[in-house]
């Protein structure tokens, strides 16, 4: 029995069913909220600066600020495209984790990022705070891609895309703020989104394993076949052998050479 499937055994009475859907709901709370008095955000968002000075709720409350751009749409609107989509993504990874495996995933998600910003601080010798839910969500987003990779969504209701592009095009824009930001903030996101590397590295690893000896087999399997090569006829004019011409005849001529019928001499001595 594995660590996680003990964990379960004895702690799963503690998990909360649907726990994204509160998170969602609370989304949008804030979301009504932070339209009625722009500055209440302020108040929730993951400083370790103020979390030091006793205002330990922002180690929770920052995962209930929506994150999202408005692009092209009206805020409103955006914001009901990026509830639904989180909405759904918790629905299929509780489908496929279950309630507890999801929450332990989601509260290291939480430690994780809290742990990253308070090291980005510390490096920086700043206040910190570039750390939010955003990459939380990703984390969620790069889970559902592993489960459901080819599950096909219609952004903003017109451009059908696949799940696993999404986390694909998540990626190339982290890896892009990786290669882009200093030393701090580099460490600061790999511990950010330990979660799914704690999760699915040690199955990723095995994967590229076996990849890596299937390739391996199937490589010293090619070196080991013999070309065909080697041919028992082969014309003396034309150069056909019986294997480029399965159907063609061959005869040894006086002359010692061999001939298709081709061009086998007509007073040749067989």
């Known amino acids: 029995m594995s660590l996680l499937d003990r964990l379960e055994h004895r702690y799963s009475r503690f998990a909360i069913p649907g726990l994204i859907r509160y998170v969602v709901a609370l989304n949008a709370l804030v979301y009504v909220l932070a339209n009625i008095n722009p500055y209440f955000v302020a108040g929730l968002a993951l400083f370790p600066a103020r979390i030091m000075h006793g205002e330990v709720w922002r180690l929770v409350t920052y995962i209930f600020i929506p994150q999202f751009g408005t692009f092209i749409l009206p805020g ?8 639904l989509f989180l909405w759904w993504v918790g629905n299929g990874l509780e489908h496929a984790l279950g309630p507890f495996r999801l929450n332990l ?15 980005e601080a510390f490096l920086s010798g700043g206040v910190g705070g570039g750390f939010s839910a955003a990459l939380l969500n990703s984390s969620l987003l790069f889970a559902f891609a592993h489960y459901y990779p080819d599950e096909v969504i219609f952004v903003m209701y017109i451009i059908p895309a696949k799940v696993k592009w999404l986390a694909w095009l998540g990626a190339a824009f982290l890896a892009f703020h990786f290669l882009d930001a200093d030393w701090s903030y580099r460490v600061s996101l790999i511990v950010a989104l330990g979660n799914y590397f704690i999760f699915f590295g040690p199955e990723m690893y095995r994967n590229a394993r076996i990849r890596q000896q299937v390739t391996a087999r199937r490589r010293k399997f090619d070196e080991a076949k013999a070309p065909v090569t080697e041919t028992l006829h082969d014309c003396f004019v034309c150069h056909r ?29 067989v």
């Open 76 to 83: 409103w609107l955006a914001a009901a495209f990026y509830l």
């Open 105 to 119: 995933y989601y509260f290291t998600g939480m430690i994780g990022i809290t742990i990253a910003a308070f090291i």
């Open 241 to 269: 052998t019986e294997v480029t011409h399965p159907d063609l005849d061959f005869r040894v001529a006086s002359d010692g050479h061999e001939y298709c019928r081709d061009h086998l001499p007509k007073k040749a001595d």
